[in-house]
């Protein structure tokens, strides 16, 4: 028996996954719960493990090919099997998903076998696919299932035009970096692909979406640096390696407690702002395949120490590339940090649907005139980029003062309760 | 000895040579192993022979029929022999030209008979010895072989198979053919063009079971002008002392004269002794191997063609299906996606059909429209004094789609290959209709038959 294994539902609404990498190949004997493929969401790598044992037939996705769920992702044959069918009668997109399920871990196990005499449902049979030869090959060569393109030529004709389309709009993407010589000297064509690529839609959609203005101030964090000297030793013997981004936090929720509508998002189709009473902070985490932004959650709650760990878990986590879902999902409000690397002040782009994020940059010794005298401070800058349709600048700038008085004078953080 | 190379293609037919061709345009090291002669059934005792003895039996009757044009031509006299001799140098042509094709394309050939022990390995047996062959792809081209029936056993003398018969050194004076499919009339026709009295016994309601009925009885026609006798619904029985009987549609019994005994009743795929079982490569129950649209078994590595992965046994889909594999075997995205697969049939008219029946369009849900075009009214079918036959084209009502040509008549296997095209391009009635034609040609009957399914064919009245 031949079984086609769809990409099953991996749940929080991910309508899609990009194939990020195979760990099986056609003919290769697995196990039961054998991971078989890497699987990119929204944010996210997850394992997917295979429901069967038995031999891969047919792996029907490309790498760097994005697929839906429900699709078919693979034909796996138990002892005594038949041939596969092939993949232009596979069943198409859009077939029922599996119950959603909450990923608490990077693999996930929903297995979901569909025998493989399923009749096709949506899908043209290939012989009703109105195409030529030609584009019938392009299509192939560029990973494209024709049988789920649309034409656009005279009877539903499938062109060529309407392939390259398909293909542009991600929807079924094969690549391969190639070395060309352009018009001025060898260039190199590297695919546009995982984590790249969806930070490239999330900072274009953000771009778009919304109208962003930054706001900078500058900070004295002198009394800061002071504190995480006297808490880095305590924090060490807890196993904690304590960094600014906890204080920050600390100063920054009762902030969004004051500003509540630096805490939303904005409901474009109910014209409504949503405005959070929790507070699940996204950390701007910078890994060798690109931004990734896990989430803090319910950091109101958490004390320094906790913050501190939960964010060194979640980095090691980010740049292992292992990162689970619900790790990634559900941020109200970001962070970003660049003063490990070096500039004055950067202008973030706001993690969309969120209408605001903070900018952190490097802590440097200045001369600052207080009390009439220059003095060495430790001052940094911090830039908030917001969405002008939910608020104004005036907002914005006594948002910042906020989170300025409580890093300049941190004892007032006493008089907060979480 | 053990050999190991990239690529293993096991029968040389047309399936197999060209996918030992392609795979060495690819870059792919390649063995070719061959139990008999390069390019197989078709080249050596199949098509290429029999369209040769077809040839020069239609020349032969064209000359003798070409008084009534004024051309009068006095003792035509058939040196069969010589005949066979010809045919014979045209088929070491063409079997020394894929010899040096092969070669050019570094292609190994190894002669011996093959089959599996190893998924990987294949054991060649030959007169020299035994070698194995590793390959880490391996194409089964392995085609099929004619067979008979307990009553009608070969003999190779007196009852024979289509290789005997297309090596007869005398035409037949009597001949009798069991089984009215495609080769037993394209033979049949053929000798009795050359003489022979022939007599034809289908077990089938139809000669040429599968095949339209409007181009059969054209055929039919023919057959019966040219003496040959032909029963359906008829059971050979046995041969004894000269005759062939058999029970007729009527129940009567019939009793037919015959020197030689044709069998044409079919082919079974040759895929029972090549170790299938042993390596676990799965056939369906009449024994064709299982393939998906990339031509892969169900052992990854293991690719099968042609006859031996089932019908239409042809040997154009062979050779098709062996570039695709091929080309898999290269990291190629290559599949078997062809819309339609024409059929030819040598008989006197020819019949070359190509897509969907009226019939078949009706299943498939289509709303079907149909556009005929007579021989008679096309002038080069007068000049060539064939007029019997006609071009039918099956369209899609409301799209206008071709979706079948069916032809019968002078030269229809050259003139389908531009509804194969159509029908591959997704052409409309109006694409071939306005698609100018030659004048005078035969394709012209295709441009007016899609013209004759909107009711606007010039060279016939459609009131």
């Given at each position: 028996m031949v079984y086609e294994f769809r990409l099953p539902d991996v749940g929080e609404g991910v309508a899609e996954g990009e194939v990020v990498k195979w760990l099986v190949k056609e003919g290769d004997e697995v196990k039961e719960n054998q991971p078989l493929v890497e699987i990119m969401t929204d944010k996210v790598n997850v394992e997917i493990p295979s429901p069967k044992q038995g031999i891969i037939q047919k792996l029907m996705a490309k790498e760097g090919e994005v697929v839906k769920v429900g699709q078919a992702l693979l034909s796996i044959e138990e002892k005594g099997g038949q041939p596969t069918v092939s993949a232009s009668e596979r069943t198409p997109v859009g077939t029922k998903p599996s119950p959603p399920t909450s990923a608490k871990t990077p693999t996930i196990a929903i297995p979901q076998e569909i025998p493989l005499t399923t009749p096709p449902q949506a899908s043209r049979k290939p012989d009703e696919i109105l195409a030529t030869p030609a584009t019938r090959k392009l299509a192939r060569d560029l990973g494209?299932?024709?049988?789920?393109v649309q034409g656009t030529g005279r009877g539903g004709r499938i062109t060529d035009e309407d392939v390259q389309r398909f293909k542009q709009l991600g929807r079924a993407v094969a690549a391969v970096t190639v070395t060309t010589s352009g018009p001025r000297g060898v260039e190199e064509r590297v695919p546009l692909r995982g984590i790249r690529r969806k930070v490239a839609e999330h900072m274009l959609k953000s771009k778009n979406a919304t109208a962003q203005v930054t706001h900078v101030d500058e900070v004295d964090m002198t009394e800061i640096v002071h504190l995480r000297e006297r808490a880095k030793t305590s924090a060490e013997k807890r196993g904690v390696k304590l960094t600014y981004l906890p204080f920050v936090i600390k100063a920054l929720i009762p902030a969004l407690k004051q500003y509540p509508y630096l805490n939303s998002s904005l409901d474009d189709e109910k014209e409504e702002i949503v405005l959070k009473k929790y507070y699940n902070i996204g950390i701007a985490t910078d890994t060798e395949s690109g931004l990734v932004v896990p989430v803090v959650k319910d950091?109101?709650?958490?004390?320094i120490t906790q913050l501190g760990l939960e964010i060194a878990t979640l980095s090691e986590k980010a740049h292992a590339g292992q990162l689970a879902l619900n790790e990634v999902q559900g941020s109200t409000f970001t962070i970003t940090n660049v003063g490990g690397i070096g500039g004055v002040f950067a202008t973030p782009i706001i993690n969309y649907p969120e209408v605001a994020i903070l900018g952190l940059h490097k802590i440097t010794k200045r001369p600052v005139v207080k009390d009439n005298q220059i003095t060495i401070r430790d001052m940094t800058y911090l830039s908030l980029s917001f969405d002008h349709r939910v608020l104004d600048g005036a907002m914005a700038a006594r948002f910042v003062n906020a989170i300025k008085q409580y890093l300049e004078d941190p004892k007032l953080l006493l008089l907060e309760t979480d | 000895m053990t050999q190991k190379t990239e690529a293993a293609v096991l029968g040389s037919g047309p399936g197999g040579y060209v996918a030992a061709i392609r795979l060495g345009q690819l870059g792919k090291e390649t063995i070719l192993i061959e139990k008999d002669k390069l390019g197989g059934v078709c080249l050596n005792i199949g098509c290429i022979p029999s369209k040769a003895l077809i040839r020069v039996a239609k020349l032969k009757q064209r000359v003798e029929a070409a008084k009534q044009i004024g051309l009068e031509v006095t003792g035509?006299?058939?040196?069969f022999a010589k005949v066979q001799t010809w045919k014979q140098s045209v088929v070491d042509r063409l079997v020394s030209g894929i010899d040096y094709l092969l070669k050019g394309n570094n292609v190994k050939v190894v002669k011996g008979t093959g089959k599996f022990i190893e998924a990987h390995q294949l054991e060649v047996k030959s007169l020299s010895g035994t070698e194995i062959i590793e390959a880490k792809d391996i194409i089964i081209a392995t085609g099929s072989r004619y067979f008979d029936l307990p009553t009608f056993k070969f003999n190779g003398t007196t009852i024979i198979s289509s290789t005997e018969a297309l090596s007869l050194q005398q035409v037949p004076k009597k001949l009798a053919i069991i089984g009215g499919g495609v080769s037993g009339l394209e033979i049949g026709t053929m000798y009795a063009q050359l003489g022979s009295k022939v007599t034809v016994i289908e077990m089938l309601d139809q000669l040429l079971p599968g095949t339209d009925i409007d181009l059969v009885r054209i055929v039919e026609r023919s057959l019966r002008k040219l003496g040959i006798e032909y029963h359906v619904k008829s059971r050979a029985k046995e041969y004894r002392d000269g005759k062939v009987y058999a029970t007729l549609e009527d129940g009567k019994e019939g009793a037919f004269d015959a020197d030689k005994v044709l069998v044409t009743v079919g082919r079974r795929p040759n895929s029972d002794e090549i170790g299938l079982k042993k390596v676990g490569i799965q056939t369906d129950p009449h024994g064709f191997i299982q393939v998906n649209k990339k031509m892969q078994t169900n052992l990854p590595g293991v690719y099968a063609i042609g006859d031996v992965v089932g019908p239409p046994m042809l040997a154009h889909k062979a050779s098709k299906e062996g570039i695709v594999a091929a080309e898999v075997i290269a990291g190629m995205n290559s599949e078997a996606d062809f819309h339609a697969i024409p059929g030819v049939i040598f008989t006197d008219p020819e019949i070359a059909t190509v897509g969907l029946t009226e019939s078949q369009a009706k299943e498939r849900g289509y709303d079907p429209i149909i556009g005929k075009f007579p021989f008679t009214a096309l002038g080069r079918a007068l000049l060539a004094g064939e007029t019997e036959g006609f071009a039918k084209i099956v369209a899609d009502k409301n799209s206008n789609l071709v979706l079948g040509v069916h032809i019968v008549g002078a030269e229809a296997s050259d003139l389908i290959s531009e509804a194969a095209l159509a029908i591959e391009m997704g052409a409309t009635l109006e694409d071939i209709g306005f698609t100018v034609h030659p004048h005078p040609t035969l394709p012209e009957s295709v441009m007016e038959a899609a013209e004759a399914a909107k009711g606007k064919a010039i060279h016939i009245l459609q009131k």
């Open positions: 494209v299932d024709i049988s789920v950091a109101e709650h958490k004390s | 035509v006299n058939v040196d």
